[in-house]
Each structure stands twice: as C-alpha cells, then as structure tokens.
C-alpha cells in the first residue's frame, strides 16, 4: 500500500491528511514493521511493510504481465512494482505523496514522482495502465472520485488493474477514518487521521459499472484478489482533468513537477 494521498484540489471536495508521517516514513526507512491501520473503534489492519519493501514477488509479478503500454502506479509505496518494471526494460512512474516511498522507489531503480493521484500528472489521458494495488483503492475514501480520476489518467481503452479485499465474493464497501499507528498499542505513536475505503470485488465493480468501465477479468492468487477494468471508449465525462494547480497547496512544489509531459518518458523526483 502506498501512502494515502493528501487530496490536494481533489473532486467532490475531498479533504484528507497526508499519510507521510512518522510511523509510516520510518517503517519504509527501515523496511520493517509492525505497522497498523487503526479505525476510530480500535480496529486494527496490519500492513505488509516487509513484502512492499523486499522486490516483486510471484504475485507481484504475474500481475505485472498483464500490464500493456506505459505503467502509472498509483501510491506506488516503496516502489517494488515499479522497479521491478523499470528491470525489464518498460515504461512505468509511480506516485507517491511520502518523501521517504519516492527516495525509496528511486533507490531500487524505479522513477518516482511526490505527487497526489488528484494534482497534474504527466501524461493525462495516454497511460496505458494504472496500477492500484495494496490496498490502494481506499485512497480518499470515495472509490466514485477515484474511479472517475483513474479514467482521466488512462488512454482510451486503457487498462486498470485494482486488488480488492482478499475474498473475491465478500461485498463489503466500508468508508473509514483510520490512523497509521507503529504497533497494536493505543499509547504507540500515530499519524494524522485520513478518510479510506475498503472494497470486495463485487462493490468496486458495482462503481466500475456505474462510472462506466468494462470488466476485464478478476483472478486470485496467494491470497490475494484483483480486477482488471477497461478504460470507457469515450472521452465526454472525462474531458475536465484536474490540470489546474491545486490552490493554496503546499505538498507539491515547482522542483517536484514533471519535466516531461510525456509517460514515454518519465522524470524521477530528485
């Protein structure tokens, strides 16, 4: 899971705190947890910091075959994924509000922008792919915003590949404030609170349809589930891209814009 974006200029009016602090930044620094989600009940999610910051595994990797054309990994996290397709000779960018996933994906080959998935991004419009794995479809807590914002990123046609929650048929939409927290107990330092969703199978293809995607299959492999979703073939509900800069924004400055417009050619944030 990469960071929870900092909804800079989001649509709908999404307001969200950035999840780069302390907890989060200092388990990717030292590439180890324990590292939970927490729910406002005191809920836990623990979070798979080791497998994000060791390379792609069998699962990773199988899902990387189905990429096609330029890759944007969004909340890229650490940036296996990434790296991984820079190995083997592909386009990829991930995106990633935190400091410390950006160097971190740069460190293991990978090129990386400190970028919200809701602020301009190179190439609008001409990614081929969209990856939103780890989790990452709960960024911003409204999988409708995100959904629309993946489908102006992606070329017509474009694929986008999400992981759901682990069980393919559960039907769970949950909308949740959550904080990072460094262990299970409640007196252990935490981060900011931020909006998140988590989603089964059958409720992301519920929004899918309505915003108009076209399923392209789902699968399950080491106790892992994804979707694969096509970009709709029309361009009239996504012709309003978030291209403006966000106002009073300071998460993003000059030095950490693009260099090149284009995703053939992505710059890495340095």
Same mark, same amino acid.
Not at 100 to 106: D, E, F, G, L, P
């Given at each position: 899971m990469g960071a929870p974006d900092r909804l800079v200029g989001a649509p709908d009016g999404l307001v969200g705190a950035p999840w780069s602090a302390d907890p989060y930044s200092d388990a990717l620094v030292t590439g180890r947890g324990p590292l939970f989600l927490r729910r406002t009940d005191g809920w836990l999610l623990p979070l798979e910091v080791e497998r994000w910051c060791a390379r792609a595994d069998a699962v990773d990797l199988a899902v990387l075959g189905h990429c096609e054309g330029a890759v944007l990994d969004v909340g890229c996290g650490p940036g296996r994924l990434v790296a991984e397709l820079a190995a083997r000779g592909r386009t990829a960018l991930g995106i990633d509000v935190s400091e410390?996933? @950006? %160097?971190?994906?740069?460190r293991f080959g990978g090129q990386a922008l400190r *970028? &919200?998935?809701f602020e301009p991004l190179p190439g609008e419009g001409r990614w081929g792919t969209a990856l939103l794995l780890d989790g990452n479809v709960g960024i911003g807590g409204d999988p409708a915003a995100l959904l629309r914002r993946m489908s102006q990123l992606l070329a017509t046609g474009g694929l986008l590949i999400a992981e759901t929650l682990p069980d393919m048929d559960a039907d769970i939409d949950e909308r949740v404030s959550v904080r990072i927290v460094r262990a299970a107990d409640p007196r252990s330092a935490v981060g900011p609170a931020f909006p998140w969703a988590r989603l089964g199978s059958p409720a992301l293809l519920r929004y899918a349809e309505r915003a108009g995607w076209r399923p392209d299959g789902q699968w399950t492999a080491g106790g892992r589930?994804? @979707? %694969?979703?096509?970009n709709?073939?029309?361009?009239?509900?996504?012709? *309003? &891209?978030?291209?403006?800069?966000?106002?009073?924004?300071?998460?993003?400055?000059?030095?950490?814009?693009?260099?090149?417009?284009?995703?053939?050619?992505?710059?890495?944030?340095?």
């Open positions: 410390a996933a @950006v %160097a971190h994906t740069v *970028r &919200s998935v589930s994804f @979707v %694969a979703l096509r709709r073939s029309d361009r009239r509900d996504r012709s *309003r &891209s978030s291209t403006a800069e966000p106002p009073n924004s300071t998460a993003v400055i000059s030095s950490q814009r693009a260099r090149n417009p284009s995703p053939e050619r992505p710059v890495a944030d340095r």
